[in-house]
């Protein structure tokens, strides 16, 4: 793995960006010759929507916008 310094990444971060996409390879970033963080490109799955796999699982029954009590069973009211 290529590692680069915070400094130099900051200068060629669209570039780097770039070839992470086309390569698949991963880069570490250093801040004072330590690793701070991993530059990887993303799978499939981290570009699909968390919620995705619920689609068509929930179904409305009835009114979902009234209140869910009577308002004569509002203590506020009274």
């Known amino acids: 793995m290529e590692k680069i310094d915070a400094s130099d990444f900051e200068a060629r971060c669209l ?3 770039d070839r992470v996409q086309a390569t698949g390879e991963r ?3 250093l801040s004072r010759g ?4 991993v ?3 993303c799978s ?3 570009s699909v929507c968390p ?3 619920l689609e068509g699982t929930v179904e409305a029954a009835g009114d979902i916008v009234s209140p ?3 308002e004569e ?3 506020s009211l009274n």
């Open 15 to 17: 570039a780097l960006l």
């Open 27 to 29: 880069i570490a970033i």
């Open 34 to 37: 330590r690793p701070v963080a």
């Open 39 to 41: 530059l990887a490109p």
């Open 44 to 46: 499939p799955a981290d």
């Open 51 to 53: 919620g995705a796999d």
């Open 68 to 70: 869910a009590v009577p």
């Open 73 to 75: 069973d509002w203590d």
